[in-house]
């Protein structure tokens, strides 16, 4: 062989090797020989995903199976996770800067124990999730059959599942391994029904426990001023934080959940931030079908924070969690000091909002009255200096508005577009759908069966400190069947404007564009739409159907309440 021959048989293997150690796949099963102890498979998964990563494979391929994993072999980072519990956190899943990759579940199931989410993903580029169900071996709640009611008691009895001490006459809960679940709030829910019972409202506690004492019978007395609950139904604990969360995206772009059964999470169940181009299809947040457990998970189903490009949200199911099924918003800072003419002091007021940095150079952000959410001026930003997790230091190309003062707002102006569609969501605490995106919103297809209300146009200047306002909003070809049926803080009418501007709201006009049609309304509760602060509202072609699913016990008997607004057309007929 001569030298030119050589040269090129060398190439060749050069080629085919770099074929084989770069794209392709990975397959989890060949690291759970080696890499799984007792029955925690978390290194094998973990070698796997690094493996992907250095040879930037494709895919990553899980068995069928069932797989469980605990903390102390996950992957490690502290994150600021958007209204949830920032913190020092553990991940199953780290997918940090991963490009063009999928994980093909094949319908596998993964059972996390303690205090660990599943899915980081941070940094990433067309990315895809799918076809597998996680869930925890304990939850982050308790859940106890109510036996007994009396003055200030009730008595329940706690399946296996939610071992509890009493100690020093207070309740705890733990798992099989020691971990303690504290729990800051009670909620009745409707054994029968399974959904919260009808009017009943949370009972909120002080010191993450509650005062208690076990009876003879092997029931647990709780004891609270002004408790009272129906014999035969079930009371909810649950948990003082949003530690775990099941998916985390962050700055990332083309994100892809698909064909996945989210059935627990100490925290939200989807919940992204500074990300574009998202898709949710056949995501299930719902307890299993057949399970005695009540409770999906402990926060909103899907969230949502200063998201762009788009964002779908189709077929899926959002049942029996403890907030909202979506809401997708921004987050205002305050402006606490102008230091110059093209430069102010910002700070971020809510303790869920901190280390997301939202004012970013070459931004465009606005700046607004804080209680009318009123806005003035739309300003390039030319610098951020990060003084530290809640406050920043922010320049701009040119002088701010001559009306800009201490105590406005200010926001990154980044909305997506919203596409909900084929969805069917209900027997949660508190809403549905909270829609605050300034890009086209269009929900369609979908089923309601809320406790509150079932859409909300959310947004404030003075708690959450959310930013919202929507500008083209359609709600078609859905069915709202007897929402408004819990506390009646949860909202104002089926579809309602939420917090939004304290002051001056005949000019606020927070909210705009709002396209009402062919939809199914099947009430028990009499009030449909409550509206104020808008600019154009058409309300046409829509079935309304009066049920006596649930009594109606409040004042207010009226279907339409409009309130500060124009350009409100209500067609009955």
Known sequence: ?????????????????????????????????????????????????EQARKQKAERLVVPEGTYHFYPELAFEKYAYVTNNSAGLKRFVFDLTKMEDFTIEGNGSKFILHGFVSAFTIDSCRNVTIKDFTMDYARTFHSEGKVERVGDGWVDLRFPADYRYAIRNGNLYFSDE???NYPFSHLLEMNSERREPEFMASDYWLTDNT????????????????????????VLFLGPGHRLCPAIAIDESAGVNIHDVKIRHAGGMGVVAQHSRDIELLRVYIEPEEGSERMISITADATHFTHCEGYLRMIDCHFF???????????????????LEPNRILVFFPHDQQY????????????????????????????????????WYEVAFAENIAA??????????????????????????????????????????????????????????????????????????????????????????????????????????RYNRNILIEN???????????????????????????????????????????????????????
Not at 320 to 335: F, L
């Open 320 to 338: 029996n969690q403890i907030d909202d099924a979506t809401n997708i918003h921004g987050m205002y800072g305050v402006v606490k000091q102008i």
């Open 210 to 233: 509650i005062p208690a004492e076990k009876r003879e019978d092997g029931t647990v007395r709780i004891f609270k001023q002004k408790l009272t609950a129906k014999v035969g139904n």
């Open 403 to 508: 009306e800009a003062a201490v105590g406005d707002l200010i926001t990154d102006m980044s909305y997506p577009e919203v596409l909900i569609k084929g969805c069917r969501m209900g027997n949660n605490r508190a809403r549905g759908l909270l829609l605050g995106s300034r890009k086209q919103t269009i929900i369609e297809d979908c089923y309601f069966h809320i406790p509150g209300s079932a859409i909300y146009f959310e947004g404030d200047g003075y708690y959450w400190y959310e930013q919202a306002g929507v500008r083209d909003v359609i709600i078609r070809n859905n069915t709202f069947d007897n929402c408004n049926y819990g506390y009646y803080r949860w909202g104002t009418a089926c579809i309602a404007v939420g917090s939004g501007p304290k002051e001056d709201r005949e000019a606020s």
């Open 177 to 179: 391994r020691g971990n």
């Open 1 to 49: 062989m001569n030298i030119k021959s050589l040269i090129l048989t060398a190439a060749l293997c050069l080629a085919l090797c770099g074929c084989q150690s770069k794209g392709g796949e990975v397959n989890v099963a060949d690291y759970l020989e080696q890499y799984t102890f007792g029955d925690d498979n978390t290194m094998a998964f973990r070698r796997a995903v």
């Open 519 to 573: 939809n199914k309304f099947i009430i028990s509760d009499p009030r449909i739409l409550n509206l104020y602060s808008v600019d154009g509202c058409t309300f046409r072609n829509n079935e309304i159907i009066e049920s006596d699913a649930y009594p109606y016990t409040l004042g207010e008997e009226r279907a339409f309440v409009i309130e500060d607004c124009v350009n409100v057309d209500i067609q009955t007929k």
């Open 355 to 390: 280390g997301l940095d939202v004012l970013r150079e070459g931004r465009t952000v606005e700046m607004m009255k804080q209680m009318s959410l009123t806005t003035y001026d739309e300003i390039k930003v030319e610098e951020v200096i990060r003084l530290n997790k809640e």
